[in-house]
């Protein structure tokens, strides 16, 4: 074997092995269950009731609604992703990369409905997203002057899942609710690393157009001391999701494989105080199972990568101000924790973070609604170092600056029957 060939050889191996450190970002959870919500920083969401959209944090809600409720909206998503202060280095070379913009704007559509059957049992649908996440990085991301190849660091995911959700609801006796349902979770993802690479003939060293459908479920109960003061717990099972579509990987079909998705069970305590007839206080705690994500691999293993991911957690409080018939305001502030722990990426920018969010209602007559919300998003600076073992190039690793902020937006319309 010629010196050319080991060293071509040599190359592919490394853009294998560097694209395999930056593979997806496959679950951030998505809050973007409604505009409501989304005005309040979803404090309170489980229990406040004011539209149908409630059922996405607690089934149980659906019992405190006596009349056939619709709400459906969208949310978009625009973030501002920065990654600065980029050098990457092997055992021959050390090299600075630009500063690169990665964010994007993306969409999350809702609808809900309830139908109270009679006094004690309520059932509903819901249609909405629980993870998403997207980034792009530009495509001559990460050139290297002495290996030529683009782009290992950097790359596109764009991943996202939506939730069919069947509820019921039951209402033990005036101040107790139970409910439950099951959660048909349909999930997407496009993964490209070293894109168009010569080495590998204008391959991809990692790409990856996959989808799969998966069976979760999720519990809750309320319990309400008045109709101004009520608390509810839920809890909700996410199952590994199974991912099958067109994949390849060092430029080598692995298409029939499948890309295993553990996606996070939840846990959420809401609480509801409304203070006299203008004013209501309310608030949540979740917690979040990110400790699952723990890697992706194949069904086959001829792909896997560790994340090693820990648990987080929301905290948010809010309230809303009923200024008259017409309109209501709210406010609220959350502050969720970083899902990562010592290993961090540059393609999956995470920290702890800050929402401030505001939001209102105009009531267009009795039973119909115009719902608006708004959230920033604040991030944080996170040092990020990554390495990998690269065949005869020795070690090769990149550090970088990340930094994630947002706005959200979300219009809806909610309606009574």
């Known amino acids: 074997m010629s010196k050319k060939q080991i060293f071509t050889r040599t190359l592919i191996t490394a853009a294998i092995t560097l694209a ?11 809050n973007a269950q409604s505009a409501t919500g989304l005005g309040r920083a979803f404090a ?11 059922m996405a944090k607690n089934a149980a809600s659906m019992t405190l609604f006596d009349a056939p409720a619709l709400s459906l909206g ?3 998503i625009d973030s501002d992703i920065k990654v600065k202060d980029t050098k990457f280095s092997t055992s021959m070379m050390s090299d600075s990369v630009n500063d690169a913009s990665i964010g994007g704007t993306s969409y999350a559509p809702n609808i809900y409905y309830i139908q109270p059957i009679n006094e004690k ?12 996440t997207k980034t792009e990085f530009p495509s001559d991301y990460g050139k290297q002057r002495l290996i030529g190849l683009n782009d290992l660091f950097g790359g596109i995911t764009d991943v996202k899942s939506i939730n069919l959700g069947l509820s019921a609801a039951y209402r033990l006796s005036h101040q107790l609710s139970i409910g439950g ?26 790409n990856i157009d996959a989808d799969g459908v998966a069976l979760g479920f999720n519990l809750g109960t309320i319990y309400e001391i008045d109709k101004n003061n009520r608390y509810g717990l839920s809890y909700r099972y996410s199952p590994t999701l199974e991912a099958k579509g067109d994949m390849s990987y060092g430029g080598n079909d692995i298409g029939n494989e499948k890309l295993k998705m553990p996606l996070p069970d939840m846990a959420e305590f809401s609480g509801f105080n409304k203070l006299n007839d203008k004013f209501a206080v ?13 890697k992706l691999e194949t069904t086959g293993g001829s792909f896997t990568k560790a994340y090693e991911w820990q648990d987080s957690w929301h905290y948010s409080i809010g309230g809303t101000y009923y200024l008259n018939n017409k309109w209501t305001l709210r406010a609220g502030y959350m502050y969720d924790t970083s899902a990562q722990n010592e290993l961090t990426s540059i393609s999956v920018p995470d920290s702890d973070r800050n929402w401030l969010s505001s939001g209102f209602s105009y009531h267009l007559d009795s039973k119909s609604t115009i719902d608006f919300g708004v959230t920033y998003l604040i991030g944080k600076d996170v040092k990020v170092n990554e390495s990998q073992p690269v065949p005869v190039l020795g070690n090769a690793s990149v550090s970088a600056t990340t930094r994630a902020n947002a706005w959200l937006y979300g219009l809806q319309y909610s309606r009574s029957f």
């Open 20 to 30: 395999s450190s930056q593979s997806m970002a496959a679950g951030f959870q998505l």
């Open 44 to 54: 309170g969401d489980g229990v406040i009731a004011d539209n149908a959209s409630s």
């Open 74 to 76: 969208v949310i978009a």
């Open 121 to 132: 049992l309520s059932v509903g649908a819901s249609l909405y997203s629980n993870f998403g």
């Open 181 to 206: 349902g099951l959660d048909v979770i349909y999930g997407q993802g496009k993964l490209q690393r070293g894109r168009n690479s010569a080495i590998l003939g204008g391959k991809d060293a990692l």
């Open 282 to 294: 309310h608030y949540s705690i979740q917690w979040i199972r990110w400790s699952e994500f723990d």
